[in-house]
């Protein structure tokens, strides 16, 4: 079973940054792959990017792709999500998660809000 606590949203002008953390409890961290998601009142929950166990790979969606970037620390058990050059449109709230047995996204964060101010 894995614990999944984001922190780091808050409200940002536009063309500003913010890092997003996932802390993970749990001795099998390392061996998750993990994603972030984010999700509005208007839209289905959005697929943002994700980085694999080893940290070695990330894929990202194109709306985000060259913006943000998803990193781990397994010391830390943490993985963060740097979004850079943030637009209106990034307001969301933000979920991680980790791949489980399951082979889908079987553990979830509870959410952290972004706001980005025009």
């Known amino acids: 079973q894995v614990q999944l606590v984001e922190s780091g949203g808050g409200l940002v002008q536009a063309g500003g940054s913010l890092r997003l953390s996932c802390a993970a409890s749990?001795?099998?961290?390392?061996?998750?792959?993990m994603g972030w998601f984010r999700q509005t009142p208007e839209k289905e929950r959005e697929f943002v990017g994700d980085i694999s166990w080893n940290g070695v790979t990330t894929y990202y969606a194109v709306a985000v792709k060259g913006r943000f970037t998803i990193s781990r620390d397994t010391a830390k058990n943490t993985v963060y999500l740097q979004m850079n050059s943030l637009k209106p449109e990034d307001t969301a709230v933000y979920y991680c998660?980790?791949?489980?047995?399951?082979?889908?996204?079987?553990?979830w964060g509870q959410g952290t809000q972004v706001t980005v101010s025009s």
């Open positions: 998660a980790a791949i489980g047995p399951s082979g889908g996204y079987d553990y």
């Open positions: 749990g001795h099998t961290f390392s061996r998750y792959d």
